[in-house]
């Protein structure tokens, strides 16, 4: 079993890969994806300025769009100001707040808007 309980609570800061304490969505996906052992989409720079719509079509490269979070690994994009990474973990989703900017952990029926893609390999 993963565990990424110590990236609970882990202040946001915009690029940051979480090795100085600080983490982005798109790195916390990443280290999350990691520790679960699931391979992850090939980073690309530009999704820091990349419509959800770009990056929408490169997450389907990587996986499948699937309705609804149900696995560890999946990940979400998340209707946060233009659009934020998230993924699933122990029933529940790993994201940055947006009112706390540190990474938080809720129960996937508390997300009723997002885009969610799982990779082709599970």
Do not use: N
């Not at 993963?2 to 916390?28: E, K, N, T, V, W």
């Not at 994806?33 to 490269?61: H, N, T």
């Not at 990474?85 to 997002?114: C, D, E, H, N």
């Amino acid at each position: 079993m993963s565990d990424c309980s110590d990236l609970i609570g882990m202040p946001y800061r915009l690029g940051a890969d979480g090795s100085d304490g600080h983490i982005d969505c798109i790195h916390l996906c990443y280290q999350a994806l990691e520790r679960m052992g699931i391979d992850a989409p090939p980073f690309k720079q530009s999704w820091y300025q990349a419509s959800r719509w770009d990056v929408c079509r490169d997450l389907m490269r990587w996986g499948l769009r699937v309705e609804k979070p149900a696995y560890d690994g999946d990940i979400l994009l998340l209707p946060q100001q233009s659009w934020a990474f998230a993924v699933t973990w122990q029933k529940g989703i790993l994201y940055i707040g947006p009112m706390t900017q540190k990474v938080q952990w809720s129960l996937v029926r508390a997300f009723t808007t997002y885009h969610c893609f799982r990779t082709k390999g599970s």
